[in-house]
């Protein structure tokens, strides 16, 4: 049985907060490994103008995530699953080898009840929350936490998880990184046209789900 994190996103594109918060969640968590399912089209996100290809953004995950417990994937491309509980359970279906828990940052937390079915989410699978600069207030505020307050556990039970049924909820302290996709692409609005950007990044040789 694998231990395996899981950390939906854009990932528009990759960045080196999203690995640093995986690679300490592989520690806190005691994962084998950490999977970054790049979105195809996030559901709040329909229409963004500033959204790379989906090609780009698989691509500069696969290059952070290199060398590392990290690995990028195009499973919600392949399923063909855009909502969150419908990947989760596609995944749990074609991995019963593996035990999941959800990673997600402070931020998303904070926008977690508009997601599709978020309570069947949370029965699930447990979830763990990555701390983010200036996110950590509005993630105890978040609407959500309404429900999800009674099943807050202690980060001393971390390693622990896979003997918790959902819904459970785990806040992690670790160090944080301030960087966010928004200022790279205000930096570099191009990041994706560049040469050696991965636009012409090959598919279907993500994590295989068996
Ligand atoms: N610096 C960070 N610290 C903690 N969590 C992060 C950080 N960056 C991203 N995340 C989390 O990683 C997941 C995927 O993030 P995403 O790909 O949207 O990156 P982002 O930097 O938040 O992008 P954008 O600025 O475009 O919204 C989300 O759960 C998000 O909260
Ligand atoms: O399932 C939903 O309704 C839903 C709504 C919004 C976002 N999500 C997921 O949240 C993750 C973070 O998305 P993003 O675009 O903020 O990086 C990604 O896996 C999305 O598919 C999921």
């Known amino acids: 049985m694998k231990r395996i994190g899981l ?11 999203h690995k640093q918060l995986s690679l300490a969640a592989i ?3 005691g994962l084998d490994e950490v999977w970054w399912l790049v979105s195809p ?5 329909e229409g963004a103008s500033d959204m790379a290809p989906f090609e780009a953004r698989l691509s500069s995950a696969r290059e952070m995530a290199a060398g590392t417990s990290i690995k990028a994937s195009d499973f919600e491309l392949r399923s063909e699953t855009r909502y969150t509980i419908d990947t989760l359970q596609a995944l749990i279906r074609d991995c019963p080898g ?15 009840h508009r997601w599709k079915d ?11 929350v990555l701390p983010r600069p200036g996110y950590d207030e509005a993630a105890q505020a978040a609407r959500a936490m309404g429900w999800l307050s009674a099943f807050v556990r202690p980060e001393s039970q971390a390693k622990c998880w896979t003997e918790w049924s959902p819904p459970a909820i785990l806040f992690l302290r670790l160090p944080t990184n301030p960087t966010s996709a928004t200022a790279l692409r205000a930096l570099d609005p191009n990041w994706h046209r560049r040469p050696g950007s991965g636009s012409s990044g090959s598919l279907g ?5 068996t």
């Open 7 to 17: 950390l939906g996103g854009s990932f528009n594109p990759a960045h080196e907060g």
């Open 27 to 29: 520690d806190a968590l």
């Open 41 to 45: 089209g996030n559901p709040l996100k």
């Open 98 to 112: 593996n035990r999941f828990i959800w990673l997600m940052g402070a931020d998303t937390i904070a926008e977690f």
């Open 118 to 128: 978020w309570r069947g989410i949370a029965q699930l699978v447990p979830i763990a």
């Open 205 to 209: 040789d993500g994590i295989s789900p």
